[in-house]
């Protein structure tokens, strides 16, 4: 346990830290499912609207610095890619 009063500062700092990642990391995995549960059931509409929002939650998780920009990047090219592959077929 932390003695110093610096040291009990970081320990809070901490739990308020893993909080707020948990959440983001729980809204990260939901919003993609999002897009990607709506491109197994083929309804192109739903899925552009919730790319839509994957795409604006991932660079937001950028401003916060939860992600960083290439990560964001590439998971918003890989969902693009998917989404799209529903227009070919």
Do not use: P, W
Not at 62 to 71: A, D, I, P
């Amino acid at each position: 346990m932390a003695n110093h009063k610096s040291a009990k500062k970081r320990a809070r700092q901490t739990i308020k830290r893993t909080e707020r990642n948990r959440y983001y990391r729980t809204r990260l995995k939901n919003i993609v499912r999002a897009v990607k549960d709506a491109v197994e059931e083929g309804n192109k509409e739903a899925a552009q609207e919730a790319f839509k929002v994957a795409n604006k939650q991932l660079h937001h998780f950028v401003s916060k610095g939860f992600l960083k920009k290439e990560t964001a990047s590439r998971k918003v090219s890989r969902l693009n890619k998917l989404v799209n592959s529903l227009e070919a077929a």
